[in-house]
């Protein structure tokens, strides 16, 4: 990483000071405004992996914990304030591996697994299709079920639909009235296979469409359930994947997958979560920045083969990848989660809300104890992460309309000479008539005194959150739950349709307009 060397800054405002506060400009063109920003931009990621699942989410009805039907009283409360859209399960690389018949019945009669790709650990099956699909009618969330396409028959496939979305009379909605529910479930997202050029089944691009085209043919709509289909996409920057899909499937799927994580590197170390010097943080903006060119190269490759943009790319599975914390098992993935994390979390949203033309979900990865995780849990203790805190204080965009934007400010050299800006934001209108508008200072020394033309919107009254740290690799512990969260924001001026704001070194502010 310490290769990478930022080298200086870049002047692009008229006026910049030499002094210790900045100067930028935003201007916001609502005439320009013509999409909403779908609500799956926010969606959550949930897999067997480590503890996400089991003492993440799920402590069974007997635990000490406290505990609704088995699932976390504490992670239960936080989700549902979190407004989870989405939430994709039983994986990733887990999902290829997994019978689901194994997860259904009796606990006692449900039989073990080794979950391979996951440090060995043993999988006892005890949350399977009803724990998952009951967990999302609590947080009224959309289910994203990923199939079992590369060690999973067709046939497998085909009856895990019938038998979580038929009504009827049919052999399979039958087991699952036998194993107590009697109404289906409403099952909207469908993936088949999870990066089936890797531990979802090895395959070359043009194999697997013909595979996605046999296990989808079987895949039905019963009783007015409408599956939306989402195809195993390319990781990072394999445009040839989508090349071949888009060519070979087509309108067959109503989506396309990519996923990218912000990560130093696969060979040797990821580096520390925690641990880092200013360099390694200003060298991961720049490769999570790096998102923007990538969905504009899969974005363009899918528009050559569907103009009219039928088939959506969904980006689900994103956000930081860094080592696993010193003492943890190997393999779990757990890590924590700092104001970095919170930066790449707004700078990625940022993004996404500019695309949302074809780019129609994002799943974070993931919802606890792992990766970019929202929660982390250490036996009966909770804590909130910074990103999950930035992930609440955007979730007035959800649904909103995006007021596309211009940013003048000043770029950093990073990462071979690509330009870091330091300012980062977006905005959007919601039904009511509120505008939000979120801001990130990513300039570690700097503040900025941000000036945003509001355009002739009458904005009256502006409040504001701040999330910022003392130092940028601070994060929540166990014993310091509450070192890095949003407080009330009031360093800002409304005047004549403009909006001054001061924004503090590395802080992340929203802003709410009326
Ligand atoms: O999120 C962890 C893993 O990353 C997923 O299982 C896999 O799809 C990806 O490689």
């Known amino acids: 990483m310490k290769a990478r060397l930022f080298l200086s800054t870049v002047c692009l405002t008229a006026a910049v000071s030499l002094s210790a506060q900045k100067s930028a400009t935003i201007t916001l063109q ?73 997860g259904i019945g009796p606990k006692e009669n449900r039989p073990k697994m080794v979950n391979n790709n996951w440090g060995g650990t043993i999988e006892d099956n005890s949350f399977g299709t009803h724990e998952f699909l009951n967990l999302c009618e609590l947080l009224e969330t959309e289910p994203y079920i990923s199939g079992n396409v590369g060690s999973g028959t067709v046939e497998e496939l085909a009856k895990w639909v019938e038998y979580m979305t038929s009504d009827g009379d049919s052999p399979m909605a039958n087991l699952r009235r036998q194993n107590g529910r009697d109404k289906a479930w409403k099952v909207k997202f469908l993936g088949v296979g999870n990066e089936s050029w890797g531990c979802g089944g090895s395959m070359h691009p043009e194999y697997y469409a013909d595979l996605y085209r046999r296990y989808a043919t079987y895949c039905r709509n019963y009783d007015g359930n409408q599956l939306y289909k989402i195809a195993s996409g390319a990781s990072d920057y394999d445009y040839n994947w989508t090349k071949v899909l888009m060519d070979k499937v087509g309108r067959q799927m109503n989506g396309l997958s990519l996923h990218y994580y912000t990560v130093a590197g696969w060979d040797g170390s990821k580096g520390s979560a925690t641990n880092f ?56 993935l757990y890590q924590q989660n700092t104001m970095r994390d919170a930066m790449v979390a707004s700078l990625s949203l940022d993004i996404f809300h500019k695309y949302t033309d074809r780019l129609k979900m994002a799943n974070i990865a993931q919802v606890a104890n792992v990766l970019q995780s929202m929660i982390l849990t250490d036996g009966d203790k909770m804590v909130l992460t910074p990103s999950y805190h930035v992930f609440k204080m955007y979730n007035v965009h959800q649904d909103a309309t995006h007021l596309p934007l211009t940013i003048a400010c000043d770029t950093m050299n990073v990462r071979d000479n690509r330009q870091l800006p330091m300012i980062s934001a977006t905005a959007s209108k919601d039904n009511s008539g509120k505008v939000h508008v979120s801001l990130t200072n990513v300039d570690l020394e700097k503040s900025q005194t941000v000036t945003i033309n509001l355009a002739d919107m009458k904005l009256k009254k502006a409040t504001g959150e701040v999330l910022k740290a003392k130092n940028i690799s601070d994060y929540n512990s166990f014993d310091q739950p509450n070192k890095v969260v949003p407080i009330s924001f009031k360093d800002m001026k409304l005047k004549n349709g403009l909006l001054t704001v001061n924004l503090p070194a590395q802080s992340i502010v929203a802003i709410e307009l009326d």
């Open 30 to 102: 609502p005439d320009q405004a013509n999409e909403v920003i779908p609500k799956e931009i926010y969606g959550q990621f949930a897999e067997h992996l480590g503890t996400c699942i089991y003492g993440g989410l799920w402590v069974g009805e007997n635990s000490a914990i406290p505990n609704v039907n088995g699932y976390r009283t504490d992670v239960l409360n936080a989700l549902k304030e979190l407004k989870v859209p989405v939430l994709r399960w039983p994986g990733g690389c887990f999902a290829d591996e997994y019978h689901w018949m194994d």
């Open 277 to 332: 010097d200013n360099e390694d943080y200003y060298w991961t903006l720049g490769k999570c920045r790096e998102v923007e060119d990538v969905l504009q190269k899969h974005i363009n490759i899918m528009d050559q083969y569907d103009k009219n943009k039928h088939v959506a790319l969904l980006l689900d599975e994103w956000g930081t990848w860094w080592d696993e914390e010193p003492g943890t098992i190997r393999g779990h």
